[in-house]
């Protein structure tokens, strides 16, 4: 409850703004649940009468823009959760964008001299005041450098940090308050989402950090001339600027039009597809939003990909573990798929009959070739949800990033096998991770470990012996809130202790003061004080019993 006052009282303004948009649109059960109703005027309680026509997907959707950023971002992010939501609530969510009406360039104008350290029109040969695209974070432009190459700077909106980590502060705190108030929520993994949607905020924020990106997937493909990463120019990019090569191309969404520019729409897709899969399945560094304002379709029929602000990483397990579900995928084989489940869920509970009747109905849909993959990894989600199972957020994100790249692949060519071309990179990797020099390396390793176990082992069985010989040997059990009925019973343990001590104190003294002191209208004044001090005590005891509810 403190920390509830807390962070009220530092956000209260945006708190209030977040609870009235939600109200206005209709999607006020969370504002009930969380008790904020109370922080808005009686007029602002109403839902708009142009949204009580939309559905509940709906108006949630228009409430997530209404809001900004930050909500539009975790939208996005829940949007790739289907192991959560159902497809009518994903759906809506996808639906998300962030473009909005652009600043005037008075507006920006000053923050972009102040982040060149000088006039942008004498940093730059030309520069165009009209933004070429705006969103919700940033503005871009498009300018000419003295040398002639043609660069774009993307430019973050002024005063748009504050607002974002004030969003971030309530998403956290209501995300504890839900994790702590059921099982049920706590299922949702709230935390964990809104703890990934402020790392992915903070990344999208700093411009510095999103070139520092686009140099290191440069650098993984810089022996590859079919896939073109923009050049940054560290000289005037910084954390609110961020100025890089200009490519031109073709957006990837009409096979027609890319024919008719002296393109092969089937070469593209195909360079398309292998270097997602191997930014995903070597490298561990991919594109997170490779959407067709993503990827750009050039000459000599090369593939360019831009805008680094959501970039994901895979560790070397994770990238093991996605090898073994394609293989499993590919194969038809249910228990690989099973397994997969279960090593990315934390249930322990799971019911290893439905487990396996589940995958095997999943490998039935998607047995027929060629395999689709986006089609295969949503139903992989939805199946996650029918078993509640909750996958991991990172894993979401790359299985967004996938069913986004394969959308835009296949409308350049719709008879892509995305599976196709990722079965020779996928035998390589497996290859590569049981060849002998990589089963010698982990042996290496184990036998090290074994080593400084066995070293240590001794020890630990002297002091276990020691221990059972005096009988010091204790045994600690765990029982699911067992801590918090604890401290609620010293909690009223405390109280009554007060209560108890009060009244003796009451009891004890009131015979020998009643008769004391002077008297107020026939009363004495030690009675008086006594009776206003007990209705004092009782008025705020009511306020904070009333307060904490």
């Known amino acids: 409850m403190l920390e509830t006052a807390i962070v009220a009282a530092r956000d209260r303004t945006r708190l209030i703004d977040v609870a009235s948009i939600f109200i206005r649109y209709g999607v006020d059960g969370?504002?009930?649940?969380?008790?904020?109703r109370k922080l808005l005027p009686q007029s602002q309680q109403r839902i708009d009468a142009q949204h009580e026509e939309l559905s509940q997907p709906e108006r949630l959707r228009k409430a997530i823009e209404a809001l900004g950023p930050t909500y539009i971002k975790l939208g996005q992010i829940l949007a790739t959760r289907h192991d959560l939501l159902g497809p009518?609530?994903?759906?809506?969510?996808?639906?998300?964008?962030?473009?909005?009406?652009?600043?005037?360039w008075s507006l920006v104008f000053e923050q972009i001299h102040e982040d060149l350290n000088g006039d942008p029109y004498q940093v730059f040969a030309s520069f165009d005041e009209q933004p070429i695209a705006a969103a919700s974070i940033a503005q871009v432009y498009k300018a000419t450098l003295h040398s002639g190459e043609q660069v774009v700077l993307k430019v973050r909106r002024p005063k748009l940090r504050p607002v974002i980590e004030a969003d971030l502060r309530l998403l956290s705190h209501i995300a504890r308050l839900l994790q702590q108030s059921s099982d049920e929520w706590k299922r949702y993994r709230p935390l964990e989402i809104v703890s990934y949607l402020g790392a992915a905020m903070r990344d999208e924020l700093d411009f510095a950090r999103e070139g520092h990106y686009c140099d290191e997937v440069a650098r993984n493909f810089e022996s590859d001339p079919t896939v073109v990463i923009p050049k940054i120019y560290w000289e005037w990019t910084s954390e609110r600027l961020l100025v890089q090569e200009f490519i031109e191309g073709y957006p990837p969404i009409d096979a027609k039009q890319l024919r008719g520019a002296g393109l092969d729409p089937h070469a593209l897709a195909r360079r398309g597809a292998k270097a997602i899969l191997q930014m995903v399945l070597e490298d561990g560094v991919f594109h997170a939003d490779p959407h067709p304002g993503n990827m750009i379709a050039m000459a000599e029929n090369r593939v360019g990909f831009i805008d680094f602000g959501m970039v994901g990483r895979l560790s070397e397990r994770r990238k093991h573990e996605l090898l073994i579900l394609f293989r499993a995928l590919v194969e038809g084989r249910a228990d690989g798929v099973a397994s997969m489940l279960l090593s990315w869920s934390d249930q322990y509970d799971s019911d290893p009959v439905a487990l396996n009747a589940a995958t095997e109905r999943f490998l039935a849909r998607h047995g027929?070739?060629?395999?689709?993959i986006s089609h295969a990894l949503s139903d992989f989600m939805s199946l996650a949800r029918e078993l509640h199972i909750a996958l991991p957020t990172d894993l979401s994100l790359l299985f967004k990033a996938f069913i986004t790249a394969d959308g835009v692949l296949l409308r350049m060519d719709p008879t892509l096998d995305i599976v196709a071309v990722a079965q020779p990179l996928v035998q390589s990797q497996m290859t590569r991770q049981y060849s002998p020099r990589a089963l010698r390396r982990r042996a290496t390793y184990?036998?090290?470990?074994?080593?400084?176990?066995?070293?240590?082992?001794?020890?630990?069985?002297?002091?276990?012996?020691h221990r059972l010989r005096h009988g010091r040997v204790g045994v600690d059990l765990e029982?699911?809130?067992?801590?918090?009925?604890?401290?609620?019973?010293?909690?009223?343990?405390?109280?009554l202790c007060i209560a108890v001590v009060t009244a003796a104190f009451a009891l004890g003294l009131a015979p020998h003061l009643i008769n004391?002191?002077?008297?107020?209208?026939?009363?004495?004044?030690?009675?008086?004080?006594?009776?206003?001090a007990t209705l004092c005590g009782s008025g705020l005891l009511l306020f904070w019993l009333w307060w904490r509810r």
Do not use: C
């Open 446 to 465: 184990l036998a090290a470990e074994f080593y400084d176990l066995a070293a240590d082992m001794p020890g630990y069985v002297r002091l276990l012996m």
């Open 368 to 372: 027929i070739k060629p395999l689709k």
């Open 30 to 36: 969370l504002v009930d649940q969380l008790n904020l």
């Open 88 to 104: 009518e609530w994903t759906g809506e969510l996808a639906k998300l964008h962030s473009s909005v009406e652009p600043l005037p």
């Open 516 to 532: 004391l002191g002077p008297s107020v209208f026939g009363v004495p004044l030690f009675t008086l004080l006594g009776i206003a």
């Open 479 to 495: 029982v699911r809130h067992m801590r918090d009925l604890g401290q609620s019973l010293e909690r009223a343990a405390t109280r």
